[in-house]
């Protein structure tokens, strides 16, 4: 087996994931060649993971990486949601393999220029649509493909972002503004329109939703609530969101965004709590939640209708956990998911109900391939995939291709715009999408 070589612009949290399962799991199929990140030490943290650690180089940023010849054979492209057209469209026209990061782009005529460049060249293009390379989602999928639910006529899903994800992603962190990132539904839930869309099988033809930022603001802050957590806020006891709670029961959510706390973690420690006080007294994950510029909706329900009759729901809300899916379909029905794997008590990830017996079968997903939570297994998924799909002849039959992560990303996108403009949005003849000036 040949190896194939990863470089990759944009080191942080994604791309360590990535390439330390890639470099852990299978070391004789990949080897990291090269990175590039302004924060110089993501890059170098890459370094330990090469079959040859001195012969791996680091750049400053993108454009200095992609200055030079090829370099591997596959490019990671981790960076920022605002920062992937540029680099991945450099990278295909120097000859690489992309595995490019969701969102594909944060404007649908990006996107649709990448996959059409992508064909054009002839690259293979896998968006990191994880949940497609998950063991509840492809079990489902292949239980659709089955026949054993009959015509699919209608799917229920619902994705719980969990209220303290959601304040650190939505409200104080990334993704909390539309012009600086991508819409909400856009930068969460493009995985599940993205499911939605496969699970369908057939294009989408009209798009509404409704939904809005409710909570999050300043009308909704307790009285004398002051901007920072760390000022001494009076409702520092009760408040779900404050942020002090970084130093204990949150304290995951650190490594992400702190580099002082991730620099501790490479050393086998934590950061001491002062400095990571201090560093709340000034990063934007200090704020109180009430307090900050953000604008991301944190509720909204989308409703889709495909070319096949076929209708959707999709519920984001701050204010639940984890992901739920209902498929109805002519002979029977399949519900799964968080609710079922977590409250139920039923020790099932889904059930299926057979409508001509009424008989329920219930079903467990692995918990060695991931079980349900988080990404469910999904990363360890796509990295499994990675090489696979990096070898097809046709770079359309990947999984994950960027040709079809198209119209689960239209259909992101096209929410945020019936949302915003309150009216139903038709899809058909979506290359050249709705033709409305102010859609994003
Ligand atoms: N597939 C998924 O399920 C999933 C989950 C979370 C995030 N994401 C997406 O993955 C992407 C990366 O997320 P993350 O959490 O790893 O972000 P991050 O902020 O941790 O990492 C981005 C890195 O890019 C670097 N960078 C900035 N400009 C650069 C340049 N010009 N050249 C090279 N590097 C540059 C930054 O310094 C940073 O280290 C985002 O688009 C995000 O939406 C996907």
Same mark, same amino acid.
């Given at each position: 087996?040949? $190896?194939?070589?990863?470089?990759?612009?944009?080191?942080?949290?994604?791309?360590?994931?990535?390439?330390?399962?890639?470099?852990?799991?299978?070391?004789?199929?990949?080897?990291?060649?090269?990175?590039?990140?302004?924060?110089?030490?993501?890059?170098?943290?890459?370094?330990?993971?090469?079959?040859?650690?001195?012969?791996?180089?680091?750049?400053?940023?993108?454009?200095?990486?992609?200055?030079?010849?090829?370099?591997?054979?596959?490019?990671?492209?981790?960076?920022?949601?605002?920062?992937?057209?540029?680099?991945?469209?450099?990278?295909?026209?120097?000859?690489?393999?992309?595995?490019?990061?969701?969102?594909?782009?944060?404007?649908?005529?990006?996107?649709?220029?990448?996959?059409?460049?992508?064909?054009?060249?002839?690259?293979?293009?896998?968006?990191?649509?994880?949940?497609?390379?998950?063991?509840?989602?492809?079990?489902? $999928?292949?239980?659709?493909?089955?026949?054993?639910?009959?015509?699919?006529?209608?799917?229920?899903?619902?994705?719980?972002?969990?209220?303290?994800?959601?304040?650190?992603?939505?409200?104080?962190?990334?993704?909390?503004?539309?012009?600086?990132?991508?819409?909400?539904?856009?930068?969460?839930?493009?995985?599940?329109?993205?499911?939605?869309?496969?699970?369908?099988?057939?294009?989408?033809?009209?798009?509404?939703?409704?939904?809005?930022?409710?909570?999050?603001?300043?009308?909704?802050?307790?009285?004398? &609530?002051?901007?920072?957590?760390?000022?001494?806020?009076?409702? &520092?006891?009760?408040?779900?969101?404050?942020?002090?709670?970084?130093?204990?029961?949150?304290?995951?959510?650190?490594?992400?965004?702190?580099?002082?706390?991730?620099?501790?973690?490479?050393?086998?420690?934590?950061?001491?709590?002062?400095?990571?006080?201090?560093?709340?007294?000034?990063?934007?994950?200090?704020?109180?939640?009430?307090?900050?510029?953000?604008?991301?909706?944190?509720?909204?329900?989308?409703?889709?209708?495909?070319?096949?009759?076929?209708?959707?729901?999709?519920?984001?809300?701050?204010?639940?956990?984890?992901?739920?899916?209902?498929?109805?379909?002519?002979?029977?029905?399949?519900?799964?998911?968080?609710?079922?794997?977590?409250?139920?008590?039923?020790?099932?990830?889904?059930?299926?109900?057979?409508?001509?017996?009424?008989?329920?079968?219930?079903?467990?997903?692995?918990?060695?391939?991931?079980?349900?939570?988080?990404?469910?297994?999904?990363?360890?998924?796509?990295?499994?995939?990675?090489?696979?799909?990096?070898?097809?002849?046709?770079?359309?039959?990947?999984?994950?291709?960027?040709?079809?992560?198209?119209?689960?990303?239209?259909?992101?996108?096209?929410?945020?715009?019936?949302?915003?403009?309150?009216?139903?949005?038709?899809?058909?003849?979506?290359?050249?999408?709705?033709?409305?000036?102010?859609?994003?």
């Amino acid at each position: 087996m040949s $190896k194939r070589t990863l470089a990759a612009i944009g080191c942080g949290g994604r791309t360590y994931t990535y390439v330390s399962l890639a470099m852990t799991h299978w070391r004789d199929r990949f080897d990291i060649v090269a990175a590039a990140d302004p924060i110089r030490e993501r890059a170098e943290r890459l370094r330990s993971f090469a079959h040859t650690p001195a012969s791996f180089r680091v750049f400053e940023n993108d454009n200095a990486l992609l200055a030079e010849e090829r370099l591997a054979d596959i490019m990671i492209i981790g960076t920022q949601d605002t920062h992937h057209v540029q680099p991945c469209l450099a990278a295909m026209q120097k000859g690489y393999d992309i595995l490019l990061e969701k969102p594909i782009a944060t404007r649908p005529a990006d996107i649709l220029m990448l996959a059409d460049t992508a064909r054009r060249l002839g690259r293979r293009v896998m968006v990191c649509h994880v949940l497609r390379y998950a063991p509840f989602y492809d079990q489902v $999928k292949q239980c659709v493909d089955s026949g054993q639910l009959g015509e699919i006529r209608s799917i229920h899903a619902s994705e719980g972002v969990g209220p303290w994800h959601f304040a650190h992603s939505y409200v104080r962190g990334h993704w909390r503004r539309s012009d600086t990132s991508c819409p909400m539904i856009v930068a969460k839930s493009c995985h599940d329109t993205d499911i939605l869309a496969w699970l369908i099988g057939d294009p989408c033809i009209s798009v509404a939703s409704v939904g809005s930022l409710s909570h999050f603001r300043a009308a909704c802050a307790p009285v004398g &609530a002051p901007a920072r957590c760390t000022d001494g806020c009076p409702h &520092a006891d009760t408040c779900p969101y404050n942020a002090l709670q970084y130093l204990t029961a949150q304290r995951k959510w650190l490594a992400y965004v702190c580099d002082r706390e991730q620099d501790h973690l490479d050393r086998g420690g934590a950061a001491p709590d002062a400095e990571i006080r201090e560093w709340l007294q000034q990063a934007p994950w200090g704020r109180c939640v009430y307090r900050c510029d953000n604008d991301a909706p944190d509720h909204q329900t989308a409703q889709f209708q495909f070319a096949g009759g076929q209708t959707a729901t999709l519920t984001v809300t701050a204010f639940d956990d984890g992901r739920n899916i209902e498929i109805c379909g002519t002979r029977g029905v399949l519900r799964g998911g968080h609710a079922l794997r977590h409250r139920a008590g039923l020790d099932a990830d889904y059930m299926i109900t057979d409508h001509a017996t009424v008989n329920t079968t219930y079903h467990r997903v692995d918990e060695q391939s991931g079980g349900y939570d988080g990404h469910g297994g999904g990363d360890y998924g796509l990295v499994s995939q990675l090489y696979d799909e990096m070898t097809q002849p046709d770079p359309m039959a990947i999984r994950a291709s960027i040709h079809r992560a198209v119209e689960g990303h239209l259909m992101a996108f096209a929410a945020e715009a019936a949302r915003l403009h309150g009216r139903t949005i038709e899809m058909s003849g979506r290359m050249g999408m709705w033709s409305d000036p102010g859609s994003p």
